[in-house]
């Protein structure tokens, strides 16, 4: 399983063991006790304008007034999943 963020602070944060802000790192640490279970796993960092995926939703969130969490696959991404997918 190959994971990608585009950003590179999460990525590092991810792969250290080191603490920072509280909020951050609460968040981080729900992420690496989930890595835990698939121990084959592999976190990459790309940039943004080479993920439409993540630059899409990059723009959607910022769009947004408020703090939102997607229980789906939101629709502005759909149809790129699935042309990466094929």
Excluded: W
């Amino acid at each position: 399983m190959v994971l990608e963020s585009d950003s590179l602070m999460l990525v590092d944060y991810i792969s250290s063991p080191g603490r920072g802000i509280f909020e951050f790192h609460a968040l981080v640490s729900i992420i690496k006790s989930m890595l835990v279970l698939h121990s084959n796993f592999e976190l990459k960092f790309v940039r943004r304008q080479a993920s439409m995926t993540a630059h899409t939703l990059a723009t959607t969130a910022y769009s947004c007034a408020r703090y939102h969490v997607f229980e789906m696959c939101p629709l502005c991404i759909e149809h790129i999943l699935i042309n990466d997918i094929s």
